[in-house]
């Protein structure tokens, strides 16, 4: 559906990739002159080439996972520059994995949101509903934070979760 399926951080990328994604990232915000959050988002090609998709001047859903994964949330971070205040540090606080929460394909209509409470009982599993009323196919209606002590194991229960939280009507 052209959306992004999960969110790995730390990304399982190589080290001179993530020293050239900072600095291309750097390299956007300085020609815009700006302060506060810019989101920035990138593509990496198969031949190893950042490419720049979108930025955005405000939280970005690319970040959400920013609010339990890392010590200080895209959101308080906006708003300490806007206020002027010390930046709070963004180091990660465990791996993390976040997932989208979409409509079911074929159901539209009020939403049910079948699996929640199963959902619900796993440990260090962040789930935000937005409060949308009706589904769609495809149609963003939340996103969960996976948090565990490896990509791997937050990989495997993103899995469990896809396969058991469904967005139906």
């Known amino acids: 559906a052209n959306l992004v399926e999960e ?16 600095k291309l990232a750097e390299q956007v915000i300085q020609s815009f002159d700006m302060v506060g959050l810019l989101a920035i988002e990138l593509f990496l090609t198969a031949e190893s080439t950042l490419i720049i998709n979108e930025v955005a001047p405000r939280p970005h859903n690319s970040g959400h996972q920013t609010i339990e994964g890392n ?5 308080e971070q906006l708003l300490r520059a806007i206020l002027n205040l010390p930046l709070g540090s963004t ?44 589904t769609k196919p495809f149609r963003k209606m939340g996103h969960v934070t996976i948090l565990d002590t490896s990509i791997d194991q937050a990989l495997s229960k993103a899995k469990r979760i896809r396969d058991t939280l469904k967005v139906v009507s």
């Open 71 to 75: 010590v200080t949330s895209q959101y």
């Open 7 to 22: 969110l790995i951080s730390p990304a399982r990328i190589p080290f001179e990739v993530s020293t050239a994604a900072m």
């Open 91 to 134: 180091a990660l606080r465990s791996p993390s994995v976040m997932i989208n929460v979409l409509g079911a394909p074929n159901h539209r209509g009020a939403a049910i949101y079948d699996g929640l409470e199963e959902v619900l009982t796993m440990d260090n599993v962040h789930v935000h509903i937005y409060g949308k009323k009706e």
